[in-house]
């Protein structure tokens, strides 16, 4: 047991020692998780357990979106770790959000603006999307990527969720392809159909959906893609 406790306690430090000289970027999404769950248990191995978090909600966003009901029914998750992430959540959205207060995304060139400055430079594939009121002003904006890697999806279950709560009436979707075509995939134009139905089931609009790359962006509604869906 002595020998179990030094040798989390000298991964610990390892941890921080890495985040100190080379800052949160060097870590997977569930290193990070596993950082921050260092506050909720002082002798468990937090490895698993973020792995566990991560497999269930698909994302350190989606692990971070995820309502405390749903967190204390994972596997080891106590109820002091499910408070501590929905406390770092809300946390993070009261000190660390960025200003949105008057962006108005009202035509395929502000769109393309604002998401291109959000993930042109992204080294992962990231789904978003952003939340519009009835005349087009920014509610809120996030990342609602399902899956890891190269198999990043759209999670329609954080889109619904997060429009209901936001009360939007315009939703645009963003995704990045780092060092990629820019152009949309077959998947792309399928996942654009599939959400664009589930919204407009709560009325809610699917204004366009954006595609960044390091090169350039390009927008799906302003290509004439889908003239079934929005009128082009």
Known sequence: MA??????????????????????????????????????????????????????????????????????????????????????KDFARKYGSRDISGIKLSNSESMRSYFYELLHSCSKEEAHAAFLDQTMNLISETEVSSGRNQNVEFDLRAIVTRAIKTQCSNIVLAHSHPGGVLLPSSADIAATRRIYSSLKNIGINLIDHIIISEEGSYSMRAARMLPDLWGC
């Open 3 to 88: 020998d179990e406790k030094n040798l989390h306690a000298g991964h610990r430090q390892r941890m921080l020692k890495k985040y100190l000289e080379h800052g949160i970027g060097s870590f997977e999404e569930h290193e990070i998780l596993e950082i921050f769950l260092f506050t909720a248990y002082s002798r468990r191995n937090t490895n698993d357990i973020s792995h566990q978090l991560i497999n269930r909600f698909g994302s350190l966003d989606g692990v971070l979106n995820a309502e405390y009901d749903e967190l204390v029914q994972v596997k080891d998750v106590g109820v002091t770790a499910a408070a501590l992430i929905s406390f770092m």
